[in-house]
């Protein structure tokens, strides 16, 4: 995808339970706000809200595989979670190219994300580092994943699948 000023790239999710126990699984953040209904419900959020970290999750999926897209990686964020996002909601997050340099492979993103509703639950800007790579060719081959210029790899342990990486790497 071009990264020329203006360009612009968004991705939709139904956000669902679990998003919260997968994200809790990788970032070990058991909050109660997140599984406590009634803790919740007493709160100044009114009911179960998902973690941050979901909200903003998919601008991080648009910037590694949409804009800029492949080898791209976050220098900073500036972010303001302005409303909760509850299981059950459907987001919409969008970036949008501020600024591209010229001499750096560097990229000025607006960012947010939106709930279905119209209210936008993150704004803010990110600042990204655009290696310039490309995604590489990928088979597949009696279950083993071939890379060019690389020994297959096999995608599970069963004997037949080493054997094959075993030739594959002569």
């Not at 800029?68 to 964020?77: E, I």
């Not at 970036?95 to 010229?102: K, Q």
Request: aromatic share 6%; charged share 25%; net charge positive.
């Amino acid at each position: 995808m071009s990264t020329h000023v203006g360009a612009v790239a968004r991705r939709t999710r139904k956000i669902t339970q679990r998003d919260i126990e997968l994200f809790t699984e990788i970032s070990g953040d058991r909050n109660p706000l997140h599984y406590d209904e009634e803790a919740a419900r007493r709160s100044r959020f009114g009911g179960l809200i998902v973690q941050g970290g979901v909200t903003s999750g998919l601008l991080n999926a648009i910037v590694a595989e949409q804009l800029p897209g492949p080898g791209s990686v976050f220098l900073q964020v500036d972010w303001k979670f302005t409303a909760p996002v509850r299981p059950g909601d459907e987001i919409t997050a969008e970036v949008e190219v501020l600024t591209a340099r010229e001499d750096k492979p560097i990229t000025q993103l607006r960012t947010t994300v939106t709930r279905q509703d119209g209210v936008v639950a993150l704004d803010g800007t990110a600042t990204v580092w655009c290696e310039p790579i490309r995604r590489p060719s990928v088979t597949y081959r009696g279950g083993v994943l071939v890379l060019p210029g690389a020994p297959g790899i096999p995608l599970c342990e069963h004997a037949s699948h080493r054997r094959t990486w075993t030739r594959g790497r002569r």
